[in-house]
């Protein structure tokens, strides 16, 4: 029955949909040129599953919905998967032969497709109305394939008002849920960077820094504990405010991370407290990391808002060991940073855990 078979082409596509949309949203596949071309296969074999699972209206009206994986990924603007998935859906055709009608319908889905992202750059930001347009074309497009294809005809025009029916109802009922996973995915990424993000510098919070180094005592591998303090920043929030305190910190913390490596872990801890996690740096090597910190953060300038730019120094505190609780190389590292604040400040301290143990036992 024509009802039956097309809730279950909805279901299989709204199906589809949220898989595709999971993975789309997932830093855990691949690179992100290797999850481009995983998602524009899945968007394929959907396409292919609705083609071949058409719904048969009577017997000269077939209607499949294949453009609808399509839509969805103009939708994100998803160029390559885009085009990864218009190739296996319009190429499918010429396993059937080459004829002029598997030739229309190649270069129909390659219209539609490079048609739907010129609609996503135009609207990208009014969500609903792209998504109705972007079906609105996959279907004209469609509309003047058959109309080569058949010609003028009853035929023709019965399969178009079943085409344009079915596809328009089915289509935006797709939109509206991919809008709807979406506003998810979106709202959730946003709790997600809410609890683990300092809300001022946009580093990892103490949370995540308990979170990831509470077992570091069980790895048999050598780490690095920094800890880092503004000198003097108390005068700074007194004599330019606590505004221009707030971007002394946030340009503090960008320059952590662009002297840090990007599997180092930065975080946040207290007003201008910083800790560094490092991995796999020798005695040498982190000192000569640190040092270039310290330069860094002594030759910045700066900017503050009413007021002329200004120069600061940081004192770092850098506990060096392998195997130990993170508890005692935390200590180290504060011992490390009070001696070098207490030293004159704008210096690097390093004390080596393993070798203070060796000597204590």
């Not at 320059?255 to 910083?274: K, Y």
């Not at 005695?283 to 910190?293: D, L, P």
Request: proline share 2%.
């Amino acid at each position: 029955m024509p009802i039956i078979a097309l809730l279950i082409n909805a279901c299989v596509a709204f199906t589809g949909f949220y898989l595709i949309s999971k993975v789309f949203h997932s830093q855990l596949f691949f690179s992100s040129r290797g999850r481009g071309v995983l998602i524009g296969i899945l968007a394929g074999l959907l396409g292919l599953f609705l083609m071949f699972n058409g719904v048969e209206v009577n017997e000269s009206v077939r209607v499949d919905l294949r453009h609808l994986p399509l839509v969805l990924l103009a939708f994100y603007g998803a160029r390559l998967p885009l085009f990864v998935a218009t190739a296996f859906i319009g190429s499918t055709r010429f396993l059937f032969g080459v004829t002029d009608q598997a030739v229309i319908a190649f270069v129909a889905t390659w219209f539609v497709s490079i048609g739907m992202l010129w609609i996503h750059r135009r609207l990208a930001e009014r969500v609903f109305l792209q998504s109705m347009l972007l079906n609105v074309w996959a279907l004209s497009v469609i509309s003047v394939a058959v109309l080569i294809n058949l010609g003028w005809s009853v035929a023709y025009f019965t399969l178009i008002a079943t085409i344009w029916t079915v596809g328009m109802s089915v289509g935006l009922l797709s939109s509206a849920l991919t809008i709807d996973l979406e506003q998810t995915t979106r709202q959730s990424k946003d709790y997600k960077q809410s609890a683990e993000r300092d809300h001022l510098t946009g580093l990892f919070n103490r949370r995540v820094w308990d979170r990831y180094t509470s077992e570091l005592g069980t790895k048999q591998r050598t780490y690095n504990v920094l800890a880092l303090d503004i000198d003097h920043f108390k005068r700074v929030n007194d004599t330019y405010g606590h505004a221009n305190g707030d971007l002394v910190l946030q340009r503090f913390a960008e320059l952590l991370l662009i002297e840090t490596r990007s599997h180092d872990l930065v975080a946040r801890i207290g007003g201008e407290e910083f800790v560094i996690l490092m991995y796999d740096l020798s005695v040498e090597k982190v000192e000569k990391v640190a040092e270039r910190i310290r330069t860094r953060i002594e030759h910045e300038v700066f900017v503050l808002n009413d007021f002329p730019p200004i120069h600061i120094t940081t004192s770092i505190g850098i506990a060096h060991g392998k195997s130990e609780p993170i508890q005692t190389m935390t200590e180290a590292a504060d011992d490390a940073l009070y001696e070098a604040k207490h030293s004159g400040r704008n210096q690097v301290v390093l004390t080596n855990v393993n070798e203070r143990s060796l000597v204590l036992n």
